[in-house]
């Protein structure tokens, strides 16, 4: 029995350059979510291509209800909605998942890349694990490998593939947009983005195999916010201290913990962000 599991991010579809493309209720994303359906449906479809026997999608943006289950294989079991233990990447802890794909990722805060970011879309300018620069996919990455699973598969903008090299440089990368600047891409058209991921989620299943869990842990986790008081505001969760105006900094043992802080941060920061100053 081979299991894939595909967390699936929307700033890194087919089609989306526009913050109003990713945000839920505006007109731009109930026309972008067909497309950021297609290219996980397109996962999908090659996964079982590839000889996979089961699929689960974890919708893992936003409010975490954007695809459009309907046109999903039938195949395939999508897990919508919030909260989830482990957010972007939740059902890797069960043990039974061979392999992951990364569809719809992004650039992180501070790169290069269409809507780039790490978590929170403007508060973080920087996040970084061990002194390396860290996007929502290379956090994830380090988490999934807690629990023997390989990333086999990233799609997203071209500047997301090349981050890809550094965390997953097995996995097969697909790219559906090459990034001009933060708010604008030249797009493949829907069909041929679905024709290219499908093909290659086919080859990245023989990549699906677990393996003995690394833990590297400790890990030290260092964010930089851009304005002084969320710095503030982020210590009160145990176990963050700030090492600059507007920095701070944690220790966890495991990535598990280190994901889990992670979230605590960006919630409590998020929460500090006021509508005029930020």
């Not at 209720?25 to 972008?32: H, L, M, S, T």
């Not at 996962?43 to 689960?56: I, K, N, S, T």
């Amino acid at each position: 029995m081979v299991k894939i599991l595909i967390s699936a991010d929307m700033e890194g579809a087919t089609g989306v350059t526009w913050p109003a493309d990713v945000q839920p209720g505006a007109p731009e994303w109930e026309r972008c979510r067909s497309m950021f359906t297609s290219d996980v449906n397109a996962a999908v479809l090659g996964f079982f291509d590839g000889g996979a026997d089961e699929v689960l999608v974890n919708e893992a943006h936003s409010t975490m209800r954007n695809l459009l289950l309907e046109q999903l294989d039938d195949r395939a079991q999508m897990l919508t909605g919030r909260h989830k233990s482990l957010s972007m990447v939740e059902g890797v802890q069960h043990g039974d998942v061979d392999g992951i794909a990364f569809v719809g990722y992004h650039g992180g805060a501070g790169m290069e890349g269409v809507l780039a970011h790490t978590y929170l879309a403007n508060s973080i300018t920087g996040v970084w694990v061990d002194g390396e620069r860290a996007s929502e996919g290379l956090l994830n990455a380090r988490v999934v490998a807690e629990y023997g699973v390989p990333v086999v598969l990233v799609t997203g903008d071209d500047v997301t593939c090349e981050d890809a090299l550094g965390y997953a440089p097995e996995a097969l990368k697909v790219a559906v947009k090459d990034h001009v600047s933060r708010y604008a891409a030249v797009c493949r058209t829907p069909a041929r983005t679905a024709a290219d991921i499908r093909a290659a989620a086919e080859e990245a299943a023989r990549l699906a195999v677990r393996h003995e869990p690394h833990r590297a842990g400790p890990f030290t986790v260092a964010l930089e916010f851009d304005a002084e008081h969320l710095a503030m505001s982020a210590t009160v969760v145990p176990g963050v201290e700030q090492t600059g105006e507007r920095k701070v900094a944690y220790t966890s043992a495991t990535m598990y913990e280190g994901i889990r802080t992670f979230k605590a941060v960006t919630t409590i920061v998020s929460a500090a962000v006021e509508e005029n100053y930020g």
